[in-house]
């Protein structure tokens, strides 16, 4: 069991814009009475060495003026290096309101800094499990003879706040704990004659000059030391909030935290914080959770930053790649387990490289998940990961419209899978009629690779697609959660498009226009536009009408509704000759590409800036069709 005492000062008129708004605590590994006394002899000594009288003239201050700020330094200096021979262990906090953020009047605004401080002890107390009292001595705040702070003052605006704090994930429950068991006193002194209040007054006055040269030079030896943590009032809460869940043993979640907290600052000093701390917890739940534990686990936070809502797309690139370091770091993972962890991380990094359009992330992931596949391979347990790998591979060449090289690799995945449909028949399923290709598996990947035929513009393609459709329906039949049926229509209207019938497909793309979603809505006004001088304007126009009242407001923040945008800006041009409203409609369009989580692909840039120039040199339907292959989704 241990017992700590807080000593607290403060520097500071907290109202006024001017100076420093600061509060300093000194912690001690000992009760109040039994750290009172060992401070009282380990210190005193020190007012005769100075040629002071008592205790009372014993303040840095005070120093300051009798002997010069140089003197007054060296009894600092002095005094901390008697302070780390106690034989107890020592530590100084110090908060600083930089913002001077107000609360209220004085006190208020000092109370809040004060129940912040209570709050980040869980921050410092390493064997926190094991703390028994706690003993807190505040400075007395006095004006004109009368206590600005008393003990109610604490009562009710520091100690009953520490509640908040635990909601907000700001504070650990020991704290709490050790309240609701009368194990945590605070009590007011006067820092003219209490020891442990003296420090906290050096400490205050050497963080309120911290400017200054020698001021500066002290404070950080004792950073360096690990003995003193500073804080920023009001600030910094994603630190604490990851401290604390670390405190509270949840280090999934404090992992998380400090990944968020890395990749949303430039501030090298916290990102290097940040990656030591993320290193030592992972070190701590491998130590803690076993191998299927860290698995889970690791898993778990890989889903969670996959899903984050992150500001913008390279947050979550960085988060991956930070978590993929600290698995490579690593000396506790099994080399096993690291490399399927690794592995899997590395994919998510790949899915989001090919969905932002990062093909220099793409490529270089790729050739890294290229090279472990081998020794991967020698784990059965990782054959779904490499399949996954193979799928995505295909995406950076779609991308970079090398549609030739995508489907060599779709027909490389395919192939594989016939592979594993020799495992399935294996094994024996008498109860069940499932064959292979009624298979999510299979149908996914006959999916892709009849995609990249399609974007090849590969003939003998469309009785296949055919047959795909009649087993979509068949299976939205069976399930009607499964979302595959748009997919493998868009197909089918691609392909017709191929071919130049673009009136059927269009008449293909109308069915159900009022059930479809944004991707089918793209494909409908994309067929519409091919089909400018076959149809009556007044029957395009119609239809114009119809797809703007079915785009809800939900579709307007997701993918593809740049593209459709602009494909609503060209048909209104195309059809009506209103080039007010296609402009309008290429600006919505530009401005959705600044505020959605996928940033534009250059070929859509390209077509926008080709719309442009076509409506303002007032050219013809034939010239847009030149660009068709730059929006194909």
Request: with cysteine; charged share 25%.
């Amino acid at each position: 069991m241990s017992f700590y005492t807080l000593y607290i000062d403060e520097s500071g008129d907290f109202e006024s814009q001017k100076g420093e708004w600061l509060i300093g605590g000194y912690l001690i590994s000992a009760s109040k009475n039994e750290a009172d006394q060992a401070l009282q002899h380990a210190l005193s000594p020190l007012v005769k060495e100075l040629g002071l009288k008592s205790i009372t003239d014993f303040h840095l201050t005070e120093l300051r003026r009798r002997f010069g700020r140089d003197k007054a330094i060296q009894a600092a200096e002095t005094l901390f290096g008697t302070i780390g021979k106690l034989g107890y262990s020592s530590h100084f906090l110090t908060i600083v309101n930089e913002e001077k953020i107000k609360f209220g009047d004085t006190e208020h605004n000092y109370r809040v800094m004060l129940s912040g401080m209570i709050s980040m002890l869980d921050d410092v107390i390493e064997d926190l499990d094991e703390l028994k009292s706690l003993d807190v001595v505040i400075a007395t705040r006095t004006k004109d003879g009368v206590r600005m702070t008393t003990e109610n003052d604490i009562q009710n605006q520091v100690v009953n706040k520490q509640g908040k704090f635990l909601d907000a994930d700001l504070t650990s429950g020991v704290l709490l704990q050790l309240l609701r068991r009368n194990s945590l006193s605070f009590s007011l002194d006067c820092a003219t004659r209490n020891w442990g209040l003296v420090i906290a007054d050096f400490l205050c006055n050497l963080t309120y000059h911290r400017n200054a040269h020698r001021e500066s030079e002290l404070l950080l030896k004792l950073t360096q030391k690990n003995l003193l943590t500073s804080f920023e009032a009001f600030g910094n809460f994603n630190e604490r909030r990851a401290r604390v869940a670390d405190k509270n043993k949840d280090y999934p979640l404090s992992i998380i935290r400090w990944l968020e907290i890395f990749a949303s600052t430039d501030d090298l000093e916290r990102k290097i914080r940040a990656g030591d701390a993320i290193d030592k917890l992972l070190m701590k739940l491998t130590l803690t959770s076993g191998t299927d534990g860290v698995r889970f686990a690791v898993e778990g936070i890989a889903e969670k930053v996959w899903r984050a809502n992150c500001r913008t797309p390279e947050m979550k690139v960085t988060m991956l790649t930070q978590l993929v370091r600290a698995l490579d770091n690593s000396s506790e993972l099994s080399i096993r387990l690291k490399s399927y962890l690794t592995f899997k991380i590395r994919n998510l990094l790949l899915l989001q490289a090919t969905r932002t359009f990062n093909n220099e992330l793409a490529i270089t992931t790729a050739r890294k998940q290229n090279s472990v596949l081998p020794e991967l391979m020698g784990d059965p347990d990782t054959l779904m990961l490499a399949l996954t790998f193979k799928r995505l591979e295909t995406e950076i060449y779609v991308n970079l419209r090398d549609f030739k090289h995508a489907t060599v690799l779709a027909q490389q995945y395919e192939n594989l899978l016939l592979q594993y449909e020799s495992i399935w028949d294996l094994f024996d399923f008498p109860s069940s009629s499932l064959k292979f290709k009624d298979s999510d598996f299979w149908f996914k990947s006959e999916c892709l690779l009849l995609r990249l035929y399609v974007l090849d513009k590969k003939d003998n393609v469309t009785e296949r697609i055919e047959t795909l459709l009649k087993l979509a329906l068949q299976r939205k039949e069976k399930n009607p959660r499964i979302n595959e049926l748009s997919r493998v229509r868009n197909l089918k209207i691609q392909d017709l498009l191929n071919h130049k019938q673009y009136r059927e497909a269009l008449s293909f793309a109308q069915i159900s226009l009022d059930r479809i979603g944004l991707y089918d809505t793209f494909y409908t006004i994309h067929c519409l536009n091919f089909n400018a001088g076959l149809i009556p304007p007044d029957k395009a126009c119609q239809l114009l009408l119809e797809i703007e009242k079915n785009l809800t407001n939900n579709q307007k923040t997701t993918y593809p509704i740049a593209e459709t945008f602009a494909e609503l800006g060209l048909a209104y041009y195309l059809f009506k000759g209103d080039k007010g409203t296609s402009l309008r409609y290429l600006g919505k369009a530009k401005k959705v590409i600044k505020i959605l989580d996928i940033p534009p692909s250059k070929q859509l840039i390209d077509y926008l800036t080709a719309l442009e120039k076509g409506m303002k040199e007032n050219k013809k339907a034939d010239y847009y069709l030149n660009f068709r292959d730059c929006l194909l989704v």
